[in-house]
């Protein structure tokens, strides 16, 4: 199994601005951030390039894998560490089949049977949710504590927690066996980012040891 610190994964949002977007990114990634994920749902093939090759760089610099979302190609292209793929994307099978077995793939479950499923077909962790409400990906219906706890006792690899995860409700997670924490907003929107990440790491890590 790949060694991938999944404590805290952060999930990129580009409408805070392209002028801060990087700075964001680096003021996050040196307080804490352990797994960077790239997300951009409307951005044309070639830009989407640009920006991935320039966030493999800057997340290289940190020693920080860097995953993109859904775009098997871009991922490929740009260097970067591995994909991640929902239940309407690219199969996770097909995603393992064009990435080849040296890169990391994630999946998005919501229930168990999805999450042996994605286990079975070659993902690496899975991120499941969501944990709560969220504004930042339409349709995505939360699932209670208990299903978190199933889904995670049902594969034998990492499950992080997705979805309306921040400061105020980290610890709400304490005793699901999570293996970390992906957010968006709670990072990408707070007025000091690099603060933000370091407080959502110390607030999980503390809720994962009760």
């Not at 949002?13 to 951009?40: H, M, Y």
């Not at 991922?75 to 990435?99: T, W, Y």
């Not at 409700?169 to 066996?177: D, I, K, R």
């Amino acid at each position: 199994m790949k060694n991938i610190d999944y404590t805290l994964y952060l999930v990129t949002d580009s409408s805070c601005g392209r002028d801060r977007f990087f700075g964001i990114v680096e003021d996050a990634l040196k307080n804490g951030v352990t797994l960077l994920q790239l997300r951009e749902k409307n951005m044309g093939g070639g830009e989407f390039y640009n920006e991935a090759k320039k966030l493999k760089e800057l997340a290289s610099k940190y020693k920080v894998p860097l995953i993109i979302d859904d775009r098997a190609d871009i991922a490929l292209a740009s260097g970067a560490d591995g994909v991640h793929v929902g239940q309407s994307d690219l199969p996770v099978k097909e995603a393992r089949r064009i990435m080849g077995s040296g890169k990391i793939i994630g999946a998005s479950v919501q229930t168990e049977d999805q999450a042996v499923k994605a286990m079975a077909d070659g993902a690496d962790y899975l991120g499941a949710g969501a944990a709560f409400p969220t504004s930042t990906k339409e349709n995505a219906g939360c699932i209670s504590m208990e299903a978190l706890k199933g889904i995670c006792s049902s594969v034998k690899i990492p499950v992080v927690a997705i979805g309306g995860i921040n400061k105020g409700n980290a610890a709400a997670l304490s005793g699901v066996p999570i293996a970390g924490i992906s957010v968006v907003s709670a990072i990408m929107g707070a007025p000091a980012p690099g603060a933000a990440a370091a407080e959502l790491k110390k607030r999980f890590l503390k809720a994962r040891r009760l």
